[in-house]
């Protein structure tokens, strides 16, 4: 065994050996770029303090996000047992939120919490905020109180940051001010519910498990539990978080953290770069620092690209980089006419990689946020290729992507009862029942027309009744219809918008998506064409929940930037290099946002092992209410590579095709009768 962990030790450079033999019991942080190894050190560092026989229970190893602590796991026991010691677990690998779950059940029967008790995700406590401001009679829409979700944001990032409410409304959410007393109240009834329930949110696995070392037993008991601490991705830390490391090892004895300030990107959810900066003052005696230099992932092209791209950044902890790697193609910089274009690209790209040898799994795109592939994944679903997706739910499954879409079929179709029960039950006070008995009545109205008719007598419930006519009208103006399919599903979002903003509180964000929407339907030639391929199921496509694929499942990877943190891949291509999108729109008020921006894109760069494509669409389609509909507007390349750094990117344009409609019109001509023909095979 001896042998086999000094063969692993010889792996590593000697900057990465400096920070795996640093006295353990020492405060110690690792302060390094991207690529350079940071991850795979704090692996060898755990190695190394179980080889010199600390208990792997005593050893709490935290990071950002689930994947990336069961990375972090399994690497560590697959490296034990490759060395001979496979019975060896490290149960305490895991998210800071997880860890704190898993000890709130150790001590819940201390701290008087019900050893059952539940979490409830982000959805759910937005959900109770929603019912408790209710009861609060504080939901009138033209009183403008937060929504449930600002609501969230707002009690989160007090929490989080340890700063005060009337501080955080005035800072962060300056819309919301005034409603600080209510605000207040709103809270304090929030946390009797959560109590009542004995339910705890997100930031309760913080919050409690932070209180509970203010108890001098408890903090004896979890420090002599936890003799060492280890921390990845220390930069995306929050207040809470620092205080949490600090009280579990005080004065930073065993504490190790790793980090790189370029790559924070959550100071939107309260994370303080500045922990990177205080760490060493924080610890008695002062830290030791160490940097690691050598990065092993890029080739030299792609880091010298992404160096330059952080070297503009206004304040960050000085490093330089350095590769033995020097082979390689520079980045590309590709500009298309549009989404559509870009779209088509892109996924022809990722089959010509495939064909070259490439796995699609090799292959990442990447995009500022979720809504951003839209056009992507259906041009995706049309070629059959599959792809995972992490961050963002997946645009054609989102529920009010699919009610518009079963309003166009439904006007396209009005038998079609799939399409038809969804958009009946949009009808307030139209349930399932209501709905189908409906739909029956309906066809029996339709007779040979084409729409169903206006002053038509639901069967149910009143309240429905007099919305009748609208949608009557509006199924009426798309059953036959002469406009280009963008402006049917314009007129379409038009009618539902009233009802998606009364039914949801992410309404503004949904209808962000239903724009989205209408730019793809401008994009093709008939309502039938792009109905045929969005409604088409995607196939072979992996939802984000699902279990772990097999083996031999091959998918292209889409993820925004913040879920790809920590990752990388032989070839990754960014979407969307625009200003307004990156940096986005809402992200440019001020210097420290802008960058934040900057910092994405660096993380975006840095994720990419030898290829990197910047993709460019150069025409954006756009809602504009004030402007009266919609146009076309012409975007710039973002102003993160600005002129003096294009020499470092290699520069082309793809032209997109016209598009084919060949044999259309001989098909036209032609009649079969495959109804019967079908129902000959059971004659
Ligand atoms: P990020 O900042 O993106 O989180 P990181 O600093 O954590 O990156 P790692 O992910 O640990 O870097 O390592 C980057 C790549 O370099 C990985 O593929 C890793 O296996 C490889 N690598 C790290 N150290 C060595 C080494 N000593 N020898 C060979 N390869 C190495
Ligand atoms: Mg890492």
Known sequence: AADALARLYATLNDEQRAVVDAPADLPLQVIAGAGTGKTNTLVHRVIRLIERGVAPDAIMLLTFSRRAAEEMRGRVMRLLASAGMPEIRLDWAGT??????????????????????????RDDSADLLGLLRHELGLDETAQRFPTRQTCLAIYSRVVNTGAALQAVVAEHFPWCAGWEVQLKRLFANYVAAKQADQVLDYDDLLLIWERMLDVPLIADDLRARFSHVLVDEYQDTNRLQASLLFAMRPHGQGLTVVGDDAQSIYAFRGAEAANMFEFV??????????????????????????????HEAARRHPKTLWTTRADGEAPSLVSLADETAQADYVSLQALARREGGARLRDQAILFRTGTHSAALEVALGARRIPFRKFGGLKFLDAAHVRDLLAILRFAQNPRERVAGFRVLQLLPGVGAATAAQTLAAITTALGSAVAPPRGFRLPEPKRALAHWDALADLLAALAQPVEP?????????????????????????????LHALARIAHTYPSRERFLAELTLDPPDAVSDQAADPMLDDDYLILSTIHSAKGREWRHVTLLNAVDGCLPADMATRNASELEEERRLLYVAMTRARETLEIVLPLRFHVHQQAAGGDRHVFAQRTRFIPPKLLSLFDSRAWPSAAPSETGRQALAALRVDIAAKLRSMWD
Do not use: K
């Open 96 to 121: 800071f939120h997880a860890t704190g779950a898993q000890l709130l059940r150790d001590y819940a029967g201390v701290i008087g919490l019900s050893p059952n008790f539940t979490i409830a995700d």
């Open 281 to 310: 003052e924080q610890c008695t005696p002062a830290a030791t620092v160490l940097t690691l230099t050598r990065n092993y992932r890029s080739s030299a092209p792609l880091l010298a690209a992404s160096n330059a791209v952080i």
């Open 485 to 513: 399919v963008g402006a049917q599903v314009e007129r379409a979002l038009a009618w539902y918008e009233p009802w998606l903003a009364a039914r949801f509180d992410d309404a503004a964000i949904r209808i962000e998506d």
